[in-house]
């Protein structure tokens, strides 16, 4: 399983971006799919997630703010980052979780936010 993210880069704050995700490969059985975010010094930490019914979950500073989304047919997810502040910096990860695989990541895109 690959995973190729895109739509890194730089926001101003306030502004917003929108990150995608496509999975290839053995990509039948794709249950549930997630950002994971990690800024410099810190741990990782959950964004966002979907289950393949379209169950989401947030992490409790991008409530509100980030929507993640899915295209099951395409196997690639998204997020939708709005009103984005400068600590939303970090290196941001996509993830999925295939049935009879198990995890895979992506090997992360940049986002800055900065005036």
């Known amino acids: 399983v690959q995973l190729q993210a895109s739509g890194g880069g730089w926001g101003q704050p306030g502004g917003s971006l929108r990150l995608s995700c496509a999975a290839s490969?053995?990509?039948?059985?794709?249950?549930?799919m997630a950002w994971y975010r990690q800024a410099p010094g810190e741990r990782r930490e959950l964004v966002a997630s979907?289950?393949?019914?379209?169950?989401?979950n947030y992490g409790d500073s991008v409530w509100g703010r980030f929507t993640i989304s899915r295209d099951t047919a395409r196997n690639t997810v998204y997020l939708q980052m709005n009103s984005l502040r400068p600590e939303d910096t970090a290196v941001y990860y996509c993830?999925?979780?295939?049935?009879?695989?198990?995890?895979?990541w992506g090997q992360g895109t940049m986002v800055t936010v900065s005036s």
């Open positions: 993830f999925v979780r295939v049935r009879y695989l198990g995890e895979f």
């Open positions: 490969g053995e990509v039948f059985n794709i249950d549930d």
């Open positions: 979907i289950t393949k019914r379209g169950t989401t």
